[in-house]
């Protein structure tokens, strides 16, 4: 049964998987899957991480001088952020703007099932990189292009970041604060809602080939995909067409504050609201107009909330807790600060926060696990974040360019590798770490 269901495997995905290897789902999912990772910063990387993560051999391809997310210190792990959306990835280093460059990349393409690129658009079929050109090479290649705003219309040639998409989306506006001033999350949501939908798509693409046999060409923007994803709730008044105005009211949110924290606390139905009265000891709220029924209670949700918290206030958050929970009510401590978040009891439980001894990096680090959990595949980290250029000549002498044209490369400027570059001591806790003794 096992190798039926290897099997169909790689018939849906079209992998090039060992066939005697009958223990391949143990290496993840996507395990047989090679991708070609062309992307920078967040969007492109974090994507590419989920598909490594869930086993695909990603290659990250970067130009010489290193991709935008390493910062200035190239060749070195340099951020928390970096380790992460580059974890289960190798680096390969080579000049994309030169012929040469160019050349041992197409060596690379017959090897993969999946390219993913976000430079802006037009540049890469500039480039000779395009899908045009790249699926003469490999006619079964799943293209991955990210952008900011789409490959036509009036912003697509403009530079973009994570708040420019949170303006344009309607974001900004959706966290306006009590004064309807616009706010920006202070996380890059726009950036990794693109990157679960690209490896949303790229993995339905894949079964799409097992089907078909033949690959094709995907187009995702940014701001395409946060709108998709914010439209339900927050655009619900637009969403229904009856001539009438928009009239959004901006309230406070549902942090409220206790003697010594903060809680969340909700009752969206009746039975809910009624519990929460009990807990707090107002029933008399249950017989107020202003809060009778679901819809009532919307209208009225910035009284409703500061009546709330000025119950909480004089409570515990210990105590308040517990009663909200004594009446089934939705309710959590806030973790705040944050660093709360890695004793929390249920996510101690969970295991999601591994550590990670990086041989490069000066301390070690802590990174969640996939979040999404296969019962014949645990996670597990295969390959550490990549320096720049770790694997440039392993993965090009796979592809068959002999040594000659890699030194040739190399002294013409044309790949980078890390040979000499890497220190063989670096500081660890203030002490002087060997890794080689680790």
Same mark, same amino acid.
């Given at each position: 049964?096992?190798?039926?269901?290897?099997?169909?495997?790689?018939?849906?995905?079209?992998?090039?998987?060992?066939?005697?290897?009958?223990?391949?789902?143990?290496? $993840?999912?996507?395990?047989?899957?090679?991708?070609?990772?062309?992307?920078?910063?967040?969007?492109?990387?974090?994507?590419?991480?989920?598909?490594?993560?869930?086993?695909?051999?990603?290659?990250?391809?970067?130009?010489?001088?290193?991709?935008?997310?390493?910062?200035?210190?190239?060749?070195?792990?340099?951020?928390?952020?970096?380790?992460?959306?580059?974890?289960?990835?190798?680096?390969?280093?080579?000049?994309?703007?030169?012929? !040469?460059?160019?050349?041992?990349?197409?060596?690379?393409?017959?090897?993969?099932?999946?390219?993913?690129?976000?430079?802006?658009?037009?540049?890469?079929?500039?480039?000779?990189?395009?899908?045009?050109?790249?699926?003469?090479?490999?006619?079964?290649?799943?293209?991955?292009?990210?952008?900011?705003?789409?490959?036509?219309?009036?912003?697509?040639?403009?530079?973009?970041?994570?708040?420019?998409?949170?303006?344009?989306?309607?974001?900004?506006?959706?966290?306006?604060?009590?004064?309807?001033?616009?706010?920006?999350?202070?996380?890059?949501?726009?950036?990794?809602?693109?990157?679960?939908?690209?490896?949303?798509?790229?993995?339905?693409?894949?079964?799409?080939?097992?089907?078909?046999?033949?690959?094709?060409?995907?187009?995702?923007?940014?701001?395409?995909?946060?709108?998709?994803?914010?439209?339900?709730?927050?655009?619900?008044?637009?969403?229904?067409?009856? $001539?009438?105005?928009?009239?959004?009211?901006?309230?406070?949110?549902?942090?409220?504050?206790?003697?010594?924290?903060?809680?969340?606390?909700?009752?969206?139905?009746?039975? !809910?609201?009624?519990?929460?009265?009990?807990?707090?000891?107002?029933?008399?709220?249950?017989?107020?107009?202003?809060?009778?029924?679901?819809?009532? *209670?919307?209208?009225?949700? /910035?009284?409703?909330?500061?009546?709330?918290?000025?119950?909480?206030?004089?409570?515990?958050?210990?105590?308040?807790?517990?009663?909200?929970?004594?009446?089934?009510?939705?309710?959590?401590?806030? /973790?705040?600060?944050?660093?709360?978040?890695?004793?929390?009891?249920?996510?101690?439980?969970?295991?999601?926060?591994?550590?990670? !001894?990086?041989?490069?990096?000066?301390?070690?680090?802590?990174?969640?696990?996939?979040?999404?959990?296969?019962?014949?595949?645990?996670?597990?980290?295969?390959?550490?974040?990549?320096?720049?250029?770790?694997?440039?000549?392993?993965?090009?002498?796979?592809?068959?360019?002999?040594?000659?044209?890699?030194?040739?490369?190399?002294?013409?400027?044309?790949?980078?590798?890390?040979?000499?570059?890497?220190?063989?001591?670096?500081?660890?806790?203030? *002490?002087?770490?060997?890794?080689?003794?680790?």
């Amino acid at each position: 049964m096992a190798a039926r269901l290897g099997a169909i495997s790689r018939h849906l995905c079209g992998g090039s998987v060992n066939k005697n290897d009958v223990n391949s789902a143990s290496e $993840g999912p996507l395990h047989g899957i090679r991708v070609l990772d062309l992307t920078q910063m967040v969007s492109g990387p974090m994507g590419t991480q989920i598909l490594g993560d869930m086993g695909a051999d990603v290659i990250k391809i970067e130009p010489l001088t290193g991709a935008a997310e390493r910062g200035s210190s190239r060749a070195k792990i340099t951020s928390p952020l970096f380790a992460l959306v580059n974890r289960n990835k190798r680096s390969v280093s080579l000049d994309l703007k030169s012929e !040469e460059g160019r050349s041992l990349f197409y060596k690379l393409i017959p090897t993969a099932d999946v390219i993913v690129q976000n430079f802006r658009p037009g540049v890469a079929a500039r480039m000779g990189i395009g899908y045009e050109d790249v699926q003469k090479a490999n006619p079964r290649i799943i293209y991955m292009s990210i952008s900011g705003f789409g490959q036509t219309g009036p912003y697509t040639k403009n530079r973009v970041y994570d708040p420019v998409i949170q303006a344009v989306s309607g974001l900004a506006s959706v966290q306006a604060d009590e004064t309807g001033r616009p706010r920006m999350m202070r996380l890059v949501i726009p950036d990794k809602v693109t990157a679960l939908t690209s490896a949303q798509a790229i993995t339905a693409a894949l079964v799409q080939r097992g089907r078909t046999g033949v690959g094709t060409s995907i187009e995702l923007s940014m701001l395409d995909a946060v709108i998709s994803f914010a439209w339900g709730e927050a655009f619900a008044q637009e969403a229904i067409v009856d $001539g009438q105005a928009p009239n959004h009211e901006y309230s406070r949110d549902m942090v409220f504050q206790t003697l010594d924290g903060y809680i969340t606390c909700g009752a969206v139905q009746d039975k !809910e609201w009624h519990a929460l009265c009990t807990a707090l000891q107002k029933p008399e709220w249950t017989q107020d107009e202003r809060f009778a029924t679901a819809t009532s *209670r919307a209208l009225h949700r /910035n009284v409703r909330f500061e009546m709330t918290e000025g119950v909480l206030r004089k409570m515990t958050t210990a105590e308040a807790l517990e009663r909200l929970t004594q009446h089934q009510v939705p309710n959590a401590e806030v /973790n705040h600060p944050r660093a709360k978040v890695l004793t929390n009891p249920q996510v101690v439980k969970n295991k999601l926060i591994e550590t990670v !001894e990086h041989p490069w990096a000066p301390f070690p680090m802590l990174q969640p696990r996939l979040a999404a959990q296969f019962s014949n595949a645990p996670y597990r980290l295969r390959h550490n974040t990549p320096l720049l250029g770790e694997n440039t000549r392993e993965i090009l002498r796979q592809a068959g360019v002999s040594e000659g044209t890699l030194d040739a490369a190399e002294k013409n400027g044309v790949i980078r590798t890390v040979q000499g570059e890497i220190p063989a001591q670096i500081r660890r806790d203030g *002490r002087l770490y060997d890794p080689s003794s680790a």
